[in-house]
């Protein structure tokens, strides 16, 4: 019986290992391989390996992407992209000129209080001997007032004293006000002129020594000019410094003004013709001409302002001839001025960085010196800090409150 199970066993297991054969050779015998694909005309002929030969190039002619039927319609459209738009420069608003004297007083008050302060702390002493009228006039002369305006207010004071005989502070300071008004003089006319009556535009030249803020004081100028309703042609006349035309050109752009300018180191007197000539074509108010800043004493150069002004006035005469003087300079000032007038007669003077001095005299001997009005005043380094004149705002802040 033992030996029939051991048959049995043995059996099975010759019968298991040759089935393990039998599926061993069945999994090593290859795959058939897959049926033939068709051809595919749409495809790109594929790109040549490396080495291999690459396929010689077809005649025909290849269509170009205008000739190729795209789908959902014809040939393509180029789209150009718009060019960049320059971005125009945004057009201020300038403050208007009516009361800027107003605003600017308490800067012209810090500079100028030493002047009334000095005064009227001599004129309240008890006794007003000879040595303290000799300060009062040396307080005068020390803040420009010049000579003869000096001794001319002094005598005033003197006799207005002696007749008042009691001095109370408000008195005093009432009485030197009159008598600085009446030095600074309320009679004289102020206004630029801008408008004459049978013609446009109005015509103004500016004019003065290098490095008084002339071409600034143009610009500035075109603003109180724009603030105040005038259209505005700039001619950029200063061709000897290369940055006067761009300065100028951009202080016009602030307000829309239009400036003309030549070449560099062109005839100043062709360019400042050319503006008055566009002002004309365009219609505007009011032609700005800076000139180049010439030393005084330089006579080719002041010869070839003469010039300019002679050029201009063939379209018409000049309305105002203004002189830009640093009031830092004191009585060189004056030299300054007076030579100017003989060459182009002026009609006003423009004092810039009147807030930068405690010599507001200035103003008097100025106008004592040529007869010409003060007419504008610069209070600062602000694009709105160039002021009309008011000769009452002006003695009210040297006086202080």
């Not at 054969?21 to 999994?27: D, Q, W």
């Not at 009159?178 to 013609?199: A, N, Q, Y």
């Not at 030579?339 to 103003?363: C, H, N």
Request: aromatic letters at 2%.
């Amino acid at each position: 019986m033992e030996t029939i199970i051991l048959a049995v066993v043995i059996a099975v297991v010759v019968l298991g290992a040759l089935g393990g054969l039998l599926i061993t050779s069945r999994l090593k015998k290859p795959l058939p391989p897959p049926p033939p694909s068709k051809p595919d005309l749409t495809a790109p002929p594929a790109e040549p390996h490396v080495g291999d030969e690459a396929e010689t190039p077809r005649d025909e002619q290849r269509r170009t992407i205008e000739e190729v039927d795209l789908p959902g319609g014809g040939a393509p459209t180029t789209v150009e992209e718009p060019p960049a738009a320059e971005k125009a420069p945004e057009i201020e608003i300038p403050e208007p000129s009516a009361g800027r004297l107003i605003r600017l007083r308490a800067r012209l008050s810090r500079s100028q209080n030493a002047l009334g302060k000095g005064l009227l702390t001599l004129l309240s002493r008890e006794h007003l001997d000879e040595d303290t009228w000799e300060e009062i006039e040396d307080t005068l002369l020390t803040a420009d007032v010049g000579v003869q305006p000096t001794q001319k207010l002094v005598e005033r004071l003197r006799e207005r004293v002696k007749v008042l005989g009691t001095r109370t502070p408000e008195e005093l300071r009432g009485l030197l006000r009159e008598e600085l008004l009446k030095l600074v003089g309320t009679d004289m006319d102020r206004e630029v002129k801008t408008e004459p009556e049978s013609r446009k535009p109005g015509i103004v030249m500016v004019v003065g020594v290098n490095g008084t803020g002339k071409t600034t004081t143009t610009g500035k100028l075109a603003r109180v000019l724009v603030a105040d309703g005038r259209t505005v042609v700039l001619g950029a006349a200063d061709t000897f410094r290369a940055a006067a035309a761009d300065q100028l050109q951009t202080w016009g752009e602030r307000v829309g003004a239009y400036t003309v300018r030549g070449p560099e180191a062109g005839d100043p007197a062709s360019v400042a013709f050319d503006a008055v000539k566009e002002g004309k074509d365009m219609g505007v108010d009011v032609v700005l001409i800076d000139t180049a800043g010439r030393l005084h004493t330089k006579t080719g150069l002041m010869d070839e302002l003469g010039k300019v002004k002679r050029v201009v006035e063939k379209h018409a005469p000049l309305d105002e001839v203004l002189l830009v003087l640093d009031a830092t300079t004191g009585q060189n000032g004056l030299v300054q001025a007076r030579v100017f007038s003989e060459v182009v007669d002026i009609t006003g003077i423009v004092l810039t960085k009147l807030d930068g001095t405690a010599k507001g005299g200035i103003v008097i001997a100025v106008q004592n010196e040529l007869g010409v009005p003060v007419k504008l005043i610069g209070l600062g380094e602000g694009p709105d800090d160039l002021a009309p004149f008011d000769p009452e705002a002006f003695v009210d802040a040297l006086l202080g409150d």
